[in-house]
């Protein structure tokens, strides 16, 4: 008996869709894998865009209001009148415009030598210690959980010519006590003391990852090459943390252009106007003189300083690299 599927395979019947299922062309299997992955990802979607609306509302919003109000006069009084650049004319005219610039740029200048060199030097020290590694860390960080308005109050008694802890210290080895905050040879530096100690935690941290990271076999090798501390610093530990250290620099800048809370808490600007910054003139012109149109138009220059130096020192950042 011969099998049913024997005999040729052209003689075999045809295979035929079932009746009332029409073929699906490839385009409806196109469109209908879409439609499924768009149901997936449909609660993906939905918080993106609940995400891009909160952006929305307070980042770009507050931007575009912001450079909106520098070209009006607008004390939320009565109602805002276009002015055009009277604002900036009115701030390069302010003898106190271009203090405040010089005080600013005087300040990251000293935080950039204290405030980047001795979190580098701290992150060093602790990567070398081998016992109360966990101690010394929460001690160098433990400046940063404190509020920034205390961390000034705090230096603020330190500092004071009185009863000071400073001058109390000075006095008790015999030697005269310091105006620290009312001369002005001496106020910058003191803010930026205060400065330097309460930041340096988190960027000491940082560095001392980025130097965790650098295989030890690299010290040794320098070690049996008769390498002593600042060789190694300078042939192993600078070009393995090369990049860290630019980008820190880079945040660092941009994060001392802004500095407010210090004289604003500790000297309000004085002692003869030395501490005026940027952030603390823009504090007055909107808040003291009432004049929030003048104080947007300062807050888009500092906006466009730091975008265009940012922009520069990445390009040249990006050129070295290449």
Not at 90 to 101: M, N
Not at 258 to 275: A, C, I, K, L, N
Not at 284 to 298: L, T
């Amino acid at each position: 008996m011969s099998s049913p599927r024997s005999g040729n395979v052209l003689d075999w019947p045809a295979v035929t869709p079932r009746a009332g299922r029409p073929a699906v062309s490839a385009a409806e299997r196109r469109r209908a894998r879409l439609k499924r992955r768009l149901r997936e990802n449909l609660t993906a979607y939905t918080l993106l865009c609940a995400a891009l609306v909160v952006f929305a509302m307070f980042s770009w919003y507050p931007i575009v209001r912001g450079v909106l109000l520098s070209f009006q006069q607008v004390d939320f009084v009565n109602p805002p009148t276009w002015v055009g650049f009277d604002n900036f004319v009115r701030l390069f005219a302010d003898p106190l415009f271009g203090v405040a610039w010089r005080n600013t740029l005087l300040f990251t200048g000293f935080a950039l030598v204290f405030g980047f060199l001795v979190p580098f030097l701290a992150a060093v020290l602790l990567n070398e210690l081998r016992h109360a590694r966990a101690y010394f860390r929460l001690a160098v960080y433990l400046p940063v959980m404190l509020p920034p308005v205390v961390t000034a109050l705090m230096w603020k008694w330190f500092y004071d010519p009185g009863p000071g802890l400073f001058n109390s210290a000075l006095n008790a080895v015999g030697l005269p006590g310091l105006q620290w905050l009312d001369s002005s040879t001496t106020a910058v530096l003191s803010l930026v003391f205060v400065s330097t100690w309460a930041n340096m935690g988190s960027t000491t941290l940082i560095y001392l990852a980025a130097l965790q990271t650098i295989p030890g076999e690299l010290y040794e090798a320098a070690e049996l090459d008769g390498a002593g501390m600042w060789r190694r610093l300078r042939h192993v530990t600078f070009p393995q943390t090369r990049f860290v250290l630019l980008a820190l620099l880079l945040l660092q800048i941009v994060a001392t252009m802004q500095v407010f809370t210090e004289p604003y808490v500790m000297t309000g600007g004085g002692p003869d106007d030395s501490t005026v910054t940027v952030l603390l003139l823009l504090y007055r012109y909107a808040f003291v003189y009432n004049d929030f149109g003048s104080a947007s138009a300062m807050s888009l220059l500092l906006f466009v300083a730091l975008g265009v130096f940012s922009a520069m020192y990445v390009r040249l950042t990006r050129r070295a690299d290449d």
